[in-house]
Each structure stands twice: as C-alpha cells, then as structure tokens.
Nanobody
Framework: QVTLVESGGGLVQAGGSLRLSCAASQRTFSTNAMGWFRQAPGKEREFVAAITWSDGTTRYVDSVKGRFTISRDNAKNTVYLQMNSLKPEDTAIYYC????????????????WGQGTQVTVPS
C-alpha cells in the first residue's frame, strides 16, 4: 500500500507560479511512475505530467509543455510539479498518482491516488 499526500495548491493570478508537492510513503517496483492529473469542474480527469523514480524520464501533456516542470527527490520520496505562467484554464483539482509504466499512465492504470489539491487561477 502506497499513500500519497499532496500539498502546495492555492489561488494565484494569471501568469503566476505554484509548486505542488507529493510525498509518497514508499517507492515500489509497481509504482515506478509518478504522475499528476487534474480535474476541472464538469470535466474528466486528465493526465498532466509524469516522471519515473528510476531514471527521471518525464512526460507531459501538450498544453503544459514549456510551462510546467515535474521533478523528483528520491531521498525524500517526493515528486514536485512546478507550474509557471499559469492560466485560468489550469484551474482544477490536481491529483498525485502512482503507476507502473510511464507511457501507459492514464486514469484506468493508476494504482494509487492522492487526495487532491485545489489550484485556482481567476480569469
């Protein structure tokens, strides 16, 4: 069992920055890929970014490339999502997630979810 605890959400003006953190209780072979998903009101949960514990391979959805950066600190079992140049359309609940294969990371393949943290960017 892996527990994920997010922090760092909040309200920020358009163009601003936030950093989300996700602390994992442990790292396992079946949870080598750590990701961030988000869900806006009335929309489905969508993939945002992911990284592997093993070698730091990263993957992003096109809409955040160049603005968001995912990183990890293996010593702290923590994954970060640095979000810059935030836009109103980035408003959502952001969920930390753990799964096996970074290239197959989607809602249906996630093994563990965090509780979510709200990010609000007013228009």
């Amino acid at each position: 069992q892996v527990t994920l605890v997010e922090s760092g959400g909040g309200l920020v003006q358009a163009g601003g920055s936030l950093r989300l953190s996700c602390a994992a209780s442990q790292r396992t072979f079946s949870t080598n890929a750590m990701g961030w998903f988000r869900q806006a009101p009335g929309k489905e949960r969508e993939f945002v970014a992911a990284i592997t514990w093993s070698d730091g391979t990263t993957r992003y959805v096109d809409s955040v490339k160049g603005r968001f950066t995912i990183s990890r600190d293996n010593a702290k079992n923590t994954v970060y999502l640095q979000m810059n140049s935030l836009k109103p359309e980035d408003t959502a609940i952001y969920y930390c997630a753990a799964g096996g294969n970074i290239f197959e990371l989607r809602v249906a393949t996630i093994r563990y979810w965090g509780q979510g943290t709200q990010v609000t960017v007013p228009s």
